[in-house]
């Protein structure tokens, strides 16, 4: 099972930062934090990941609490093509994804 | 670099029936890995490999399921035969060596049993 809860869906007008949350209070030292979503029926895509520290690239920024208990995507200028389904996943040991229901991100004009 | 290829895009085969989706990751990626999602429910580990071993293969359903990575190349999953729960998309995955490298996803392989 997914050890990930995030909100079913969240909308996010064109040009602002939309802001996915993820609780994760399960989560184990060693595990990190992954993100991906997915565009219509295409394969998932990377997006970022983060252990402790917060984590910036050219897609996204992820804001992890100190405790680790959860953690933020922000999309700091969302497009229309940033509407997908975004899954935060905690990495297992063993390196499988677990993915869960994920949030459907709608971004509106 | 080519992204990871998956064949064939659509599937529609018959209850009973036989088919084998075929995987190719990107170059030098030793990790490759089956996921599906079927029904509308959550996408769904399948197995792992390490260049021609298999890993981890907790996820696969039944024995009617075989998958193979001869050469630690490309990768073949044979459904046979196939049911009607098999029906879903097929989602393959590769990462380089390195525990906790990202996974780089195929477009994947929609399979339709009837």
């Known amino acids: 099972d997914a050890k990930t809860t995030q909100p079913p869906s969240m909308d996010c007008a064109e040009g602002r930062a939309a802001n996915l949350p993820c609780n994760h209070s399960?989560?184990?030292?060693?595990?990190?934090v992954y993100w991906y979503r997915q565009i219509h029926s295409q394969g998932p895509q990377y997006i970022i990941h983060?252990?402790?520290n917060n984590e910036t690239n050219e897609m996204a920024s992820l804001i992890i609490t100190e405790d680790r208990k959860s953690s933020t995507l922000i999309l700091p200028h969302a497009t229309l093509r940033d509407t997908a389904v975004y899954y935060c996943?905690?990495?297992?040991?063993?390196?499988?994804?677990?993915f869960g229901t994920g949030t459907r991100l709608q971004v509106f004009p | 670099e080519a992204g990871v290829t998956q064949f064939p895009s659509h599937s529609v085969i018959e209850k009973g029936q036989t088919v084998t989706l075929r995987c190719d990751p990107i170059?030098?990626?030793?990790?490759l890995y089956w996921y599906r999602r079927v029904m509308g429910k959550e996408i769904k580990f399948l197995l792992h490999?390490?260049?021609?071993?298999?890993?981890?293969e907790s996820g696969m359903p039944n024995n009617r399921f075989l998958a193979e990575r001869t050469g630690g190349t490309y990768s073949t999953l044979k459904v046979q035969p196939a049911e009607l729960e098999d029906s879903g998309v097929y989602f393959c995955?590769?990462?380089?060596?390195?525990?906790?490298?990202?996974?780089?996803f195929g477009p994947g392989t929609r399979l339709t049993v009837t």
């Open positions: 996943i905690v990495r297992v040991v063993t390196d499988k994804l677990i």
């Open positions: 983060g252990l402790k």
């Open positions: 490999f390490v260049k021609e071993s298999k890993q981890d």
């Open positions: 995955a590769s990462s380089k060596g390195r525990r906790g490298e990202k996974q780089y």
């Open positions: 170059s030098g990626h030793d990790n």
């Open positions: 399960t989560i184990s030292g060693n595990e990190y």
